[in-house]
């Protein structure tokens, strides 16, 4: 039996458990649609394609496993570029099906192709930052270029795919038999491991240091192996220290939490990794802002001390620093074998009295010199405030996406996570505009847990179109709007080091302007509340929480820039010799 590419695709979405896709119309892709309208797959809609993207990204950081965005031809594929390349910095799962333009138009250059330097060329756009891409030649080769996009997605070290389908191959029919004979067939390979040998070696070196540290990325987060690092740290009494990705590995309330590395990092945790005498790396890349711009001065000193660094992907291993003792693996089945070897040849484990006592005091002296701006009632509220106001009213599992600037540092320093994987945060690319409609992709993703999206006014601003989205689906998330009336962090930089903030600040007349967010929300239907004073945000927040509703609350906020004990190297670029970094606007 025959039948069109689009009903088989989206019957082979549904028995892989497929229920939404991400995306926006277009010519090239309504045969895929009109197939979804009789499917119990949940089609997404929006009005913007990076929203889409960000949203397909936001979904597949809760659960585990690739999402699927659907893109139209040229500026619809572009226009999810940026979203589909912040999954892909940051290693998350996603199968990207893009139509393209037919395939009997090939040299014809048809509306909306990409073909400066060849002939129907989108999918090259993608190359750079996809795991794989594929482009569709023939309808009887779909079925298993699907089947090899979700493997590649999800395997390994995870990232987005692209499968690129000239518009008329979903028209094309083709035998069942070529779908069916993939069902059933899946491979359950057995998670890469450490074997034994390294294993007992890693163990042994850890338990016989004598100021070891784990070091902990979000290659823990994506493996699901949060619970396994908690039980082997505590068992061997080694501190997690970690990075921006890393952050809620574990809970923040862990007698053994460090905290966060680097530019943003505080001074007692980057001494910690940057004294310690052995390194126990785990699905960390190193990157240049979580370890100073690798200077050996502030965080990470590995001309004294030595580094074991497990991640699944080899090409990370030793890439920045130099490795002792390597390992490639996956973290969840590589903590589970590093635990049993721990507690077989350490039974009684290691004491860290001491050790979780100095932490503590640490936390108590941090938790102190931030307590002031935690609870002081100016206006334009403190940023300090805000984060300390929102930890206070969410519940411990709630998800928080942040965007970037203060929302990202800020929350990466500061905001206590409780609940691993909790907090979404855009890495690699540092995309502003992420943190918004990540939210609205979590909260569809874990419908019964709170989602609050921390995001400044530029990041806000870059698509508000996301509310028409929330409001058609009800997707009940809140955006804490931190509004300081600027892209503040780079205001910060540029005002410390060259003395004007000009392209940095928005402003009339040289009067701070800001739209009004509120206004914006109610024209798309929904709800929000503008607030002028710093006791009225909690009981604000507070009440979007309550009412079940997608919220915006527009908080104005001083532009203080982010407390930083550590190094970033473009400090050095703007003013050599100096050891100026932020200045507040």
Request: with cysteine.
């Amino acid at each position: 039996m025959e039948d069109l590419i689009s009903h088989q695709l989206v019957r082979d979405l549904e028995r892989r458990g497929i229920t939404h896709i991400f995306g926006l119309c277009g010519h090239t892709n309504i045969a895929v649609l009109t197939a979804l309208s009789n499917s119990p797959i949940k089609f997404v809609n929006v009005r913007h394609e990076q929203i889409s993207a960000h949203m397909a990204d936001g979904y597949a950081r809760v659960t585990g496993k690739a999402s699927v965005l659907l893109s139209h031809l040229g500026p619809g594929l572009t226009n999810a570029a940026t979203g589909v390349a912040n999954a892909a910095l940051d290693s998350i799962p996603m199968v990207v099906i893009a139509g393209d333009i037919p395939s009997h138009y090939y040299g014809k250059h048809p509306h909306q192709e990409v073909n400066l330097h060849g002939d129907a060329q989108q999918s090259e756009i993608y190359r750079p930052f996809c795991k794989r891409v594929w482009r569709v030649e023939r309808a009887d080769l779909f079925p298993e270029i699907l089947d090899k996009a979700f493997r590649l997605a999800e395997s390994g070290r995870p990232g987005p795919v692209l499968i690129d389908v000239p518009m008329d191959i979903f028209s094309k029919s083709v035998d069942t038999k070529l779908f069916e004979r993939l069902v059933g067939g899946e491979r359950n390979a057995a998670r890469a491991t450490i074997d034994e040998a390294t294993a007992e070696r890693i163990v042994t070196t850890m338990a016989n240091a004598d100021r070891p540290v784990i070091y902990a990325g979000g290659g823990v987060l994506l493996a699901r192996a949060s619970n396994d690092l908690a039980a082997f740290a505590e068992h061997l009494g080694i501190p997690i220290a970690h990075s921006l990705m890393g952050k809620g590995c574990v809970s923040d309330d862990n007698p053994l939490i460090l905290g966060m590395t680097g530019f943003w990092g505080a001074a007692f945790t980057n001494e910690k990794t940057r004294t310690a005498d052995w390194v126990l790396g785990l699905g960390t890349s190193f990157k240049e802002a979580d370890c100073s711009s690798w200077e050996p001065e502030y965080t990470f000193d590995f001309s004294t001390s030595k580094l074991i660094h497990v991640d699944i992907d080899p090409e990370e291993i030793g890439r920045n620093f130099p490795v002792e003792i390597g390992a490639i693996s996956d973290l969840k089945s590589g903590l589970a074998t590093l635990l049993r070897i721990a507690r077989t040849l350490y039974p009684q484990g290691r004491d860290a009295t001491k050790l979780k006592a100095e932490i503590a005091a640490f936390q108590t002296e941090f938790k102190a010199s931030n307590a002031a701006a935690q609870v002081s009632d100016q206006f334009p509220m403190r940023p300090e405030r805000i984060l300390a106001d929102t930890r206070a009213v969410l519940p411990r599992d709630a998800i928080i996406t942040t965007d970037v600037g203060w929302n990202k540092n800020g929350v990466g320093q500061q905001f206590p996570i409780y609940t691993p994987g909790s907090i979404l945060t855009p890495g690699g690319y540092a995309t502003m505009g992420f943190g918004a409609p990540a939210a609205l992709g979590a909260k569809l993703a874990a419908p019964h847990r709170v989602v609050v999206s921390m995001v400044g006014d530029g990041g806000f601003g870059q698509n508000p179109s996301l509310l028409a989205t929330a409001f058609e689906e009800d997707i009940a998330v809140i955006w804490v709007v931190m509004n300081n009336h600027a892209f503040g962090t780079i205001a910060g930089l540029q005002k410390a080091h060259y003395g004007t903030t000009l392209g940095t600040i928005f402003e009339k007349n040289g009067q701070p302007y800001s739209p009004d967010y509120t206004a914006i929300a109610l024209a798309y239907g929904v709800d929000g509340e503008k607030i002028s004073s710093a006791d009225q945000f909690k009981p604000a927040l507070e009440r979007a929480i309550a009412s079940g509703k997608p919220y915006v609350l527009d908080v104005i906020m001083e532009n203080a820039p982010v407390p930083t004990s550590g190094h970033w190297n473009i400090m050095d670029i703007y003013s050599p010799g100096k050891t100026v970094h932020h200045v507040a606007t």
